[in-house]
Protein backbone atom coordinates (compact mmCIF):
# COMPACT_ATOMS: atom_id res chain seq x y z
CA UNK A 1 0.00 0.00 0.00
CA UNK A 2 1.22 3.59 -1.01
CA UNK A 3 0.81 6.13 1.18
CA UNK A 4 1.27 10.23 0.41
CA UNK A 5 1.81 13.40 2.46
CA UNK A 6 1.98 16.90 2.19
CA UNK A 7 2.93 18.57 4.94
CA UNK A 8 2.07 22.39 4.38
CA UNK A 9 -1.46 22.57 4.22
CA UNK A 10 -1.28 26.14 3.09
CA UNK A 11 1.76 28.00 0.90
CA UNK A 12 1.00 32.05 1.13
CA UNK A 13 3.72 33.65 -1.58
CA UNK A 14 4.10 37.19 -3.00
CA UNK A 15 3.99 37.56 -7.22
CA UNK A 16 7.18 37.01 -9.16
CA UNK A 17 8.83 34.92 -5.85
CA UNK A 18 9.41 31.36 -6.16
CA UNK A 19 7.80 28.31 -4.35
CA UNK A 20 8.37 25.03 -3.40
CA UNK A 21 5.08 22.24 -2.61
CA UNK A 22 6.19 19.25 -0.52
CA UNK A 23 5.64 15.86 -1.45
CA UNK A 24 6.69 12.75 -0.01
CA UNK A 25 5.54 9.37 -0.21
CA UNK A 26 5.34 5.92 1.30
CA UNK A 27 5.47 2.46 -0.68
CA UNK A 28 7.40 -1.03 -0.59
CA UNK A 29 7.27 -1.12 -4.43
CA UNK A 30 8.44 1.04 -7.69
CA UNK A 31 5.94 4.39 -7.52
CA UNK A 32 4.24 6.55 -10.26
CA UNK A 33 4.19 10.09 -9.08
CA UNK A 34 1.57 12.56 -9.99
CA UNK A 35 0.48 16.05 -9.17
CA UNK A 36 -2.71 17.65 -10.14
CA UNK A 37 -3.94 21.60 -9.58
CA UNK A 38 -7.34 22.24 -9.25
CA UNK A 39 -8.40 26.09 -9.57
CA UNK A 40 -11.12 27.19 -7.63
CA UNK A 41 -14.66 25.48 -8.24
CA UNK A 42 -12.82 23.65 -11.24
CA UNK A 43 -12.52 19.57 -11.13
CA UNK A 44 -8.53 18.34 -11.14
CA UNK A 45 -6.10 18.76 -13.84
CA UNK A 46 -3.00 16.99 -14.14
CA UNK A 47 0.19 19.38 -13.89
CA UNK A 48 2.84 16.77 -14.35
CA UNK A 49 3.92 12.92 -13.55
CA UNK A 50 6.62 10.60 -13.32
CA UNK A 51 6.35 7.46 -14.65
CA UNK A 52 10.25 6.63 -15.34
CA UNK A 53 13.63 8.03 -16.79
CA UNK A 54 14.52 11.22 -16.03
CA UNK A 55 13.77 11.92 -12.55
CA UNK A 56 12.93 16.15 -13.45
CA UNK A 57 9.74 16.47 -15.26
CA UNK A 58 8.17 19.66 -16.46
CA UNK A 59 4.84 20.97 -16.67
CA UNK A 60 3.76 23.83 -20.00
CA UNK A 61 3.43 26.73 -17.69
CA UNK A 62 6.91 26.67 -15.29
CA UNK A 63 6.61 23.86 -12.84
CA UNK A 64 9.02 21.39 -12.14
CA UNK A 65 9.41 18.49 -10.31
CA UNK A 66 12.58 16.10 -8.86
CA UNK A 67 11.80 12.36 -7.98
CA UNK A 68 13.98 10.98 -5.32
CA UNK A 69 13.79 8.06 -4.65
CA UNK A 70 16.40 8.25 -1.64
CA UNK A 71 14.31 10.65 0.17
CA UNK A 72 11.14 9.74 -1.04
CA UNK A 73 10.08 12.91 -2.45
CA UNK A 74 8.45 14.58 -5.22
CA UNK A 75 8.55 18.21 -4.75
CA UNK A 76 6.86 21.02 -7.13
CA UNK A 77 8.80 23.54 -7.96
CA UNK A 78 8.21 27.42 -9.61
CA UNK A 79 11.12 29.97 -9.90
CA UNK A 80 8.24 32.64 -10.86
CA UNK A 81 4.64 32.66 -9.31
CA UNK A 82 1.49 34.56 -10.76
CA UNK A 83 -1.82 35.38 -9.47
CA UNK A 84 -2.83 32.47 -11.50
CA UNK A 85 -1.41 29.60 -9.88
CA UNK A 86 -3.38 30.22 -6.92
CA UNK A 87 -5.04 27.00 -6.55
CA UNK A 88 -5.30 23.59 -4.81
CA UNK A 89 -2.33 21.15 -5.57
CA UNK A 90 -2.50 17.53 -5.25
CA UNK A 91 0.30 14.85 -5.08
CA UNK A 92 -0.72 11.38 -5.78
CA UNK A 93 1.13 8.34 -6.41
CA UNK A 94 0.13 4.79 -7.57
CA UNK A 95 2.63 1.81 -8.14
CA UNK A 96 2.81 -0.84 -11.55
CA UNK A 97 0.01 -2.95 -10.30
CA UNK A 98 -1.95 -0.57 -8.24
CA UNK A 99 -5.59 -0.42 -8.03
CA UNK A 100 -5.79 3.41 -7.23
CA UNK A 101 -5.11 6.62 -7.03
CA UNK A 102 -3.63 7.38 -3.49
CA UNK A 103 -3.86 11.34 -2.97
CA UNK A 104 -2.04 13.94 -0.28
CA UNK A 105 -4.70 15.74 1.41
CA UNK A 106 -3.38 18.98 -0.81
CA UNK A 107 -1.52 22.05 0.01
CA UNK A 108 -3.44 25.67 -0.89
CA UNK A 109 -1.38 27.95 -2.71
CA UNK A 110 -2.31 31.36 -2.12
CA UNK A 111 -0.16 33.78 -4.95
CA UNK A 112 -0.55 37.52 -3.30
CA UNK A 113 0.10 40.89 -4.90
CA UNK B 1 -10.08 22.15 -21.21
CA UNK B 2 -11.55 18.25 -19.85
CA UNK B 3 -12.34 15.55 -22.17
CA UNK B 4 -14.51 14.07 -19.82
CA UNK B 5 -17.95 15.84 -19.78
CA UNK B 6 -20.32 15.79 -16.82
CA UNK B 7 -23.79 17.17 -16.28
CA UNK B 8 -25.34 18.68 -14.54
CA UNK B 9 -22.57 21.41 -13.34
CA UNK B 10 -24.65 22.38 -10.37
CA UNK B 11 -27.65 20.25 -8.76
CA UNK B 12 -30.15 20.80 -5.58
CA UNK B 13 -31.86 18.35 -4.37
CA UNK B 14 -34.60 17.36 -1.50
CA UNK B 15 -33.96 13.85 0.61
CA UNK B 16 -36.87 12.49 -1.21
CA UNK B 17 -35.54 13.18 -4.46
CA UNK B 18 -34.37 11.11 -7.63
CA UNK B 19 -31.45 12.75 -9.80
CA UNK B 20 -28.90 11.10 -12.09
CA UNK B 21 -25.24 12.71 -12.67
CA UNK B 22 -23.83 12.06 -16.03
CA UNK B 23 -20.33 11.43 -17.43
CA UNK B 24 -19.22 11.15 -21.09
CA UNK B 25 -15.46 10.71 -22.24
CA UNK B 26 -14.44 10.32 -25.94
CA UNK B 27 -10.93 9.16 -25.31
CA UNK B 28 -11.24 5.42 -25.93
CA UNK B 29 -10.45 5.00 -22.17
CA UNK B 30 -11.64 1.57 -20.93
CA UNK B 31 -11.68 2.42 -16.96
CA UNK B 32 -14.10 5.06 -15.64
CA UNK B 33 -14.57 6.62 -12.06
CA UNK B 34 -16.91 8.29 -9.66
CA UNK B 35 -14.99 10.34 -7.06
CA UNK B 36 -16.41 12.47 -4.21
CA UNK B 37 -14.96 15.61 -3.11
CA UNK B 38 -15.92 17.59 0.09
CA UNK B 39 -14.42 21.09 0.23
CA UNK B 40 -10.70 21.61 1.19
CA UNK B 41 -10.25 17.70 1.15
CA UNK B 42 -8.75 14.97 -1.77
CA UNK B 43 -10.73 13.54 -4.11
CA UNK B 44 -12.60 10.08 -2.23
CA UNK B 45 -13.20 7.38 -4.66
CA UNK B 46 -16.66 5.72 -5.00
CA UNK B 47 -16.73 3.43 -7.91
CA UNK B 48 -14.57 2.48 -10.44
CA UNK B 49 -15.91 0.92 -13.68
CA UNK B 50 -13.24 -1.22 -15.99
CA UNK B 51 -14.12 -2.49 -18.94
CA UNK B 52 -18.35 -1.70 -17.95
CA UNK B 53 -18.07 -4.03 -15.51
CA UNK B 54 -17.80 -2.17 -11.73
CA UNK B 55 -14.91 -3.34 -10.06
CA UNK B 56 -14.61 -1.29 -7.08
CA UNK B 57 -17.51 0.21 -4.60
CA UNK B 58 -15.78 1.40 -1.78
CA UNK B 59 -18.40 1.06 0.98
CA UNK B 60 -20.69 3.39 -0.49
CA UNK B 61 -23.74 3.51 0.50
CA UNK B 62 -27.32 2.33 -1.48
CA UNK B 63 -28.51 5.61 -2.15
CA UNK B 64 -25.76 5.85 -4.46
CA UNK B 65 -26.06 3.75 -7.44
CA UNK B 66 -24.04 4.03 -10.61
CA UNK B 67 -24.54 2.47 -13.82
CA UNK B 68 -22.32 2.24 -17.17
CA UNK B 69 -24.30 1.85 -20.19
CA UNK B 70 -21.09 1.73 -22.44
CA UNK B 71 -17.65 2.43 -22.61
CA UNK B 72 -17.95 6.18 -22.87
CA UNK B 73 -20.81 6.80 -20.31
CA UNK B 74 -20.68 6.25 -16.59
CA UNK B 75 -24.23 8.17 -14.34
CA UNK B 76 -24.39 7.98 -10.85
CA UNK B 77 -27.95 8.11 -9.80
CA UNK B 78 -29.21 9.34 -6.47
CA UNK B 79 -31.77 8.48 -4.14
CA UNK B 80 -32.89 9.24 -0.75
CA UNK B 81 -30.20 11.60 -0.07
CA UNK B 82 -28.87 12.99 3.18
CA UNK B 83 -27.51 16.70 3.37
CA UNK B 84 -23.93 15.55 4.16
CA UNK B 85 -23.90 14.13 1.14
CA UNK B 86 -23.57 17.76 -0.36
CA UNK B 87 -20.28 17.58 -1.99
CA UNK B 88 -18.50 18.11 -5.67
CA UNK B 89 -18.93 14.73 -7.53
CA UNK B 90 -15.85 14.19 -9.61
CA UNK B 91 -16.15 11.64 -13.18
CA UNK B 92 -12.66 10.50 -14.22
CA UNK B 93 -11.66 8.07 -16.72
CA UNK B 94 -7.98 6.16 -17.95
CA UNK B 95 -7.20 3.92 -20.30
CA UNK B 96 -6.81 1.11 -18.10
CA UNK B 97 -6.06 0.25 -14.49
CA UNK B 98 -4.49 -1.69 -12.45
CA UNK B 99 -0.82 -1.85 -14.57
CA UNK B 100 1.49 0.87 -15.25
CA UNK B 101 0.94 4.56 -14.32
CA UNK B 102 -1.81 5.29 -16.36
CA UNK B 103 -2.97 9.02 -15.71
CA UNK B 104 -6.39 9.61 -14.44
CA UNK B 105 -8.47 12.67 -16.48
CA UNK B 106 -11.28 14.27 -14.34
CA UNK B 107 -14.18 16.40 -15.54
CA UNK B 108 -15.14 19.95 -14.03
CA UNK B 109 -17.18 17.95 -11.73
CA UNK B 110 -20.93 18.67 -10.49
CA UNK B 111 -21.49 20.18 -7.50
CA UNK B 112 -24.51 18.78 -5.60
CA UNK B 113 -26.38 20.39 -2.94
CA UNK B 114 -28.76 17.99 -0.80
CA UNK B 115 -31.66 20.42 0.89
Known amino acids: AQSVTQLDSQVPVFEEAPVELRCNYSSSVSVYLFWYVQYPNQGLQLLLKYLSGSTLVESINGFEAEFNKSQTSFHLRKPSVHISDTAEYFC???????????FGPGTRLSVLP | DTEVTQTPKHLVMGMTNKKSLKCEQHMGHRAMYWYKQKAKKPPELMFVYSYEKLSINESVPSRFSPECPNSSLLNLHLHALQPEDSALYLC??????????????FGEGSWLTVV
Open chain 1, 92 to 102: AVTSFYGQNFV
Open chain 2, 92 to 105: ASSQDRGIGGNTIY
